[in-house]
């Protein structure tokens, strides 16, 4: 099986600073894409892209988030992590880390149980 483990959420003020971490852990059994991203889901709303990176280190973000998000890796720990600067109340869900593996008969997302971001003014 795969497993996700979101951490590193919070409550913090406006302008504050938050880093996120995802650990991945699977049996031996799945294989694993190397490109990993965050999606967040705030009360209300549809779950949004946040950021992305692919397996040659590559990385791609959602503009409300572009100049204050950085999404970094590391394969060796299986480990991704979202580091978030200047928050802004707008940025306040419940932040998930999604991976793509196999089990040999098809590719699916596994997804973590999330870890919540509240950001007040």
């Known amino acids: 099986q795969v497993q996700l483990v979101e951490s590193g959420g919070g409550s913090v003020q406006v302008g504050g600073s938050l880093r996120l971490s995802c650990a991945v852990s699977?049996?031996?059994?799945?294989?694993?894409?190397?490109?990993m991203s965050w999606y967040r889901q705030a009360p209300g709303k549809e779950r949004e892209f946040v950021s992305g990176?692919?397996?040659?280190?590559?990385?791609s973000y959602a503009d409300s988030v572009k100049g204050r998000f950085t999404i970094s890796q590391d394969n060796a720990k299986n480990m991704l992590y979202l580091q978030m600067n200047s928050l802004k109340p707008e940025d306040t869900a419940m932040y998930y880390c999604k991976i793509v593996c196999s089990n040999g008969v098809s590719w699916l997302d596994y997804w973590g149980l999330g870890t919540q971001v509240t950001v007040s003014s």
């Open positions: 699977r049996s031996r059994y799945y294989s694993c894409r190397y490109d």
């Open positions: 990176i692919d397996s040659d280190g590559s990385t």
